[in-house]
């Protein structure tokens, strides 16, 4: 293993060591940009630099750059998430933004959510999803329900599908490495004054590793295979009227294990999404948008090759958008949400036979801007929910971004929601009275701007209280409402690009999750799998016009994996390598290492995860 690191890691220190010495094409500098557009803040599009909320932008260039291959790791490089995942290669994965549960982050494909309504929580596990034909990635911090409606407590993550642009362009990929795991990729993208597109297909397939951990003895590979499919179609039939369509399915399949324990156990999965919209400009002071869309979950479960259970769910979503531009200095959105969840679930514990609640929401959000650089952001909504009834939620935002000297103040406070899962209220441990969960919090920021733009750094302090949580009555073995719980923190990012081959970007986290329910066990104790310290940091150096270099660091910190805090799981960091060279305009190789330094570690208690893993391939572009 000694002679594997060092094959591995002496090359890229010559290779840093050599960029202390940038030769002359090298010396153009660029700068750090805080202007990308965002559309899940506000549901309309808006600058970064002018949004009161903390926001997070992640691009396609910025994925494959670090060679990121699925959502799920993406995110673990985001401020204020933390990823709980039941061992790599397809295992279950839980989203802690802000110290908040799982249930508290709803996640969005084009602007549609996606959820399992037979989960205990309702979420759907994300694992299996792609980095393919991603565009980009939104992440919004904090109360979102104004906008979003239930499960937006935490925030909210929008993967938006890739736009296609410019000549068509075709490209085929291969890759390889370590797990006997095996990568294949297609896809196509154009545009023209009328039409875009963009379509992809992969399939990966791996022997992996034992879910539950080796070191317990357990020695069999855990295999994992997925397929992703996804498309994206937009069109202008008018100088004032545009639709879309996109979609985006996914198949896998895995062994999986119980807690330290192998188990013949295979789970089969299928997710699929779509969405449709229609925009128009009905003047120039008034447009709107219809959107339409659905997902769909299925899960199966053999064990010992016979019929175990089955989990099915959908979620249907109807929306309808009018936004009033006043005099630039004005706008208004206002608008009608419909939701439908439905599901069935097969199981020996007690079937659910087909299940189904709506909800209907209003929504209205005033931004104002007296005068350039300054904003007030005041928003109120109704949902009608058909199990629990009314439930109201209000926001109020506040930016100044003085331009002169690239420094911008944001604060924000909102309510925010969560109703029950379908099975959290119809199965055999639900409770159909189950009030939802509420939501009080608030964040206080400040991004500065330093050295010409060169340096961007930000700092965010969040505070979030939840009271009805939704818990697990060990007495009744029903869900039941009685938590109570305090997230609060502070959020760090610093971007440095001193030239435009050369960028470090960094962050840190503190958070501090407590359970405050009254007379409770846990009370004044850290909610488990809440490290209270997370890091990371990226370094991108491009030392020749066509060869890229990345390196990734992770840092976990310590957490608790029970209630009563008196059993503490290790800290760990995690360093990944990725690097890509254009060989000529249409042929680029590619490859990674993650886990450079091999680390031993585990996300969740006694579950596995890989050690080093070396992967390699090529791309042709057409």
């Known amino acids: 293993m000694k002679r594997l690191l060092n094959c591995v890691i002496v090359p890229f220190v010559c290779l840093f060591t050599v960029l202390s010495t940038p030769v002359a094409a090298q010396e153009d500098t ?62 279950s994965s839980s989203i802690y933004l802000r110290g908040t549960n799982n249930a508290h982050t709803l996640i969005m494909i084009d602007g549609v959510r996606v959820g ?136 896998s399949k895995m062994d999986y294990d119980d807690t330290g324990v192998d188990a013949d156990k295979v789970q089969d999965s299928d997710i699929t999404s779509l969405s449709t919209n229609l925009d128009q400009d009905l003047f120039a002071w008034w447009q709107h948008t219809i959107k339409l869309g659905t997902t769909e979950t ?37 608008g ?54 009314g439930e109201d939620t209000y926001k109020g935002a506040l930016a100044y971004l003085y331009e002169e000297t690239g420094t911008k103040i944001r604060t924000s406070y909102g309510t925010g929601f969560r109703a029950p899962s379908l099975y959290q209220l119809y199965s055999s441990y639900g409770d159909p009275n189950l009030k939802p969960e509420e939501s009080k919090g608030y964040d206080v920021g400040i991004d500065q701007e330093l050295f010409g733009r060169k340096v961007l750094v930000s700092v965010t302090y969040f505070q979030t209280k939840i009271d009805q949580l939704i818990d697990w009555n060990w007495t009744t073995w029903k869900y039941y409402n009685v938590g109570k719980v305090k997230t609060k923190g502070w959020e760090t990012s610093a971007s440095f690009k001193p030239l435009a081959w050369l960028s470090l970007d960094a962050h840190y986290t503190y958070t501090g999750a407590k359970d405050e329910t009254p007379g409770g066990t846990s009370q004044d104790k850290y909610l488990i799998y809440r490290p209270k310290h997370t890091a990371g940091a990226s370094l991108n150096v491009k030392p020749l016009e066509k060869l890229n270099v990345n390196l990734n ?70």
């Open 553 to 622: 660091t992770q840092y976990v910190g310590k957490r608790y994996r029970n209630t009563g805090n008196t059993a503490e799981m290790r800290s760990y960091t995690l360093v990944n390598l990725a690097a890509s060279y254009e060989v000529t305009r249409w042929l680029e190789v590619f490859g990674r290492v993650d886990n450079l330094t091999d680390k031993k570690y585990q996300s969740i208690y006694q579950y596995g995860e890989p050690g080093i893993g070396i992967y390699g391939g090529i791309k042709a572009t057409f």
């Open 116 to 251: 399992d309504p037979m989960a205990g929580d309702g979420k759907m596990s994300i694992s299996p999803l792609s980095t393919d034909n991603i565009e980009r990635i939104e992440i919004i911090r904090g109360a979102q329900s104004v906008l979003y409606g239930s499960d937006a407590i935490g925030g909210v993550i929008n993967i938006i599908t890739k736009k296609g642009k410019e000549r068509p362009e075709f490209y085929l990929s291969a890759e390889g490495g370590s797990f006997e795991t095996f990568r294949e990729k297609i896809g196509v993208s154009g545009a023209n004054d009328k039409v875009s597109y963009s379509a992809s297909i992969s399939r990966l397939d791996t022997k992996g590793i034992s879910k539950a951990d080796e070191d317990l003895g357990n020695t069999e590979q855990d295999y994992y295979h997925d397929t992703n499919i996804s498309g994206r179609l937009d069109a202008r039939l008018s100088d004032t009227v545009k639709a879309g369509f996109s979609v985006r399915h996914c198949r």
């Open 30 to 91: 660029g700068a750090i940009k805080m202007a990308e557009i965002v559309v899940t803040a506000s549901r309309l599009e808006e600058p970064l630099r002018y949004s009161p909320d903390s926001v997070t932008v992640i691009t396609e260039e910025e994925i494959q750059k670090k060679d990121k291959k699925t959502v799920i790791d993406v995110l673990r490089d985001v401020p204020g998430v933390f990823i709980r995942q039941n061992s790599s290669f397809g295992g």
């Open 336 to 389: 009608f949400d419909y939701q439908e969840e439905s599901g069935d679930v097969q199981n020996p514990w007690g079937n659910i036979t087909e299940k189904k609640v709506d909800t209907n929401s209003l929504f209205i959000q005033n931004k104002w801007t007296p005068f350039k650089g300054f904003s007030f952001t005041l928003g109120m909504r109704h949902d009608d929910h058909q199990t629990f009834g």
């Open 298 to 334: 299925k899960r199966e479960y053999t064990k010992n090759g016979s019929f175990d259970s089955t989990y099915k769910g959908t979620t249907k979503l109807a929306s309808w958008q009018h936004n009033f531009f006043i005099q630039d200095k004005d706008t208004i959105t206002a």
